[in-house]
């Protein structure tokens, strides 16, 4: 098993067999129509032309008892989509699909009130694996190709969970409801409640957002464990609140002005590390099954400040090679 990771992207490819592939041609005439009812031929605001990708948007039932269903957008690759794996982005160079998930979220919904059926990890992955096995009757010409997980933040929890499941379902799947699981893809995953709290104030320390005074009040008051924290802590907390006022949390290297404070990067912005033009895009650390990465000048959501960086990671990860050593 192997992973690559970015300074937000976890990665984890299985090998799986291939099975044969269907087209679009050897499609017979029902499925394609229920395809067609959920196709994408024109948005509010969009240029008269055709685009020059099928996109495809609607909803999965998921639990029929319950009224659940989760909403998706499918969009092809533009070049040879046939050829091309699929990545299933939750968050929500490929074929994408798009998922609101869990029921309740974004435009996807459910019937039952949350005190009948409350949400959790374990539902929301449960629910999105039905949605993938009844996707994948609604489109079967995609169900042969590698298939990849990828989302960011709280999909530190979707993803794995997501993973886990599909690898544990795939052992006992019949042949038409087995998927061609390949691997997962993490941008800057949330994981752990605690630990994250407290990368939080050690990546704010390291890049001298907070004082001294202040991290050592963090270490002498705060256990992030604790249900109920402390009086001196939480004063910690709005001290270190207040200055996140005035700095993009999420992407405190942001070429944008944003929040209304100055765009002190705005004279740098032509310096963005790119190994294209010789510049550092990043770096890497490779362990057994995982690799590590951290892009240069990215924030929260790598593809949103560095899109160039990111799609190199993006291609060589389904390319299943390691991201290059020198300029390229």
């Known amino acids: 098993m192997k992973v690559?990771?970015?300074?937000?992207?976890?990665?984890?490819?299985?090998?799986?067999?291939?099975?044969?592939?269907?087209?679009?041609?050897?499609l017979d005439a029902a499925t394609i129509a229920v395809q067609e009812l959920d196709r994408v031929l024109s948005l509010p605001g969009q240029p008269s032309y055709s685009p020059a990708f099928k996109q495809y948007s609607g909803y999965v039932t998921t639990d029929e008892y319950l009224g659940k269903a989760l909403f998706y957008w499918f969009f092809e690759a533009t070049d040879k989509p046939d050829e091309k794996p699929l990545v299933l982005w939750l968050n929500g160079a490929a074929n994408l699909l798009f998922l609101d998930s869990p029921a309740g979220v974004g435009f996807s919904y459910t019937n039952t009130s949350f005190e009948k059926d409350p949400p959790g990890d374990n539902s929301t992955a449960h629910g999105s694996y039905t949605f993938l096995v009844r996707?994948?009757?609604?489109?079967?010409?995609?169900?042969?190709?590698?298939?990849?997980?990828?989302?960011?933040?709280?999909?530190?929890?979707?993803?794995?969970?997501?993973?886990?499941?599909?690898?544990?379902?795939?052992?006992?799947?019949s042949k038409e409801n087995y998927i061609n699981f390949k691997g997962i893809l993490i941008g800057n995953a949330y994981m752990d409640g605690d630990t994250d709290l407290w990368g939080i104030v050690?990546?704010?320390?390291?890049?001298?957002?907070?004082?001294?005074?202040?991290?050592?009040?963090?270490?002498?008051?705060?256990?992030?464990?604790?249900?109920?924290?402390?009086?001196?802590?939480?004063?910690?907390?709005?001290?270190?609140?207040?200055?996140?006022?005035?700095?993009?949390?999420?992407?405190?290297?942001?070429?944008?002005?944003?929040?209304?404070?100055?765009?002190?990067?705005?004279?740098i912005s032509a310096q963005v590390g790119r190994t294209s033009s010789g510049r550092v895009g990043g770096w890497t650390v490779v362990y057994d099954g995982l690799i590590f990465v951290t892009v240069r000048g990215a924030g929260h959501m790598v593809?949103?400040?560095?899109?160039?960086?990111?799609?190199?990671?993006?291609?060589?990860f389904l390319a299943n090679k390691n991201l290059p050593s020198k300029p390229f």
């Not at 700095?247 to 405190?252: A, H, K, M």
Request: proline share 5%; glycine share 2%.
């Open 202 to 267: 050690d990546s704010a320390w390291h890049h001298a957002i907070i004082s001294d005074n202040l991290y050592s009040d963090f270490q002498k008051n705060c256990n992030f464990s604790m249900v109920d924290l402390s009086p001196e802590c939480n004063a910690a907390i709005a001290q270190f609140d207040a200055l996140y006022k005035i700095i993009d949390i999420y992407s405190l290297y942001t070429d944008r002005c944003e929040l209304g404070y100055p765009d002190f990067n705005n004279s």
């Open 4 to 26: 690559y990771t970015l300074s937000s992207l976890l990665l984890s490819t299985l090998v799986l067999t291939l099975a044969a592939r269907p087209d679009a041609g050897s």
């Open 303 to 316: 593809p949103s400040t560095q899109p160039d960086q990111a799609l190199e990671l993006f291609k060589h």
């Open 135 to 173: 996707w994948f009757q609604r489109f079967p010409q995609h169900k042969a190709k590698e298939f990849y997980i990828a989302g960011e933040s709280y999909a530190g929890h979707y993803v794995p969970q997501l993973a886990k499941i599909i690898v544990e379902e795939n052992k006992m799947a």
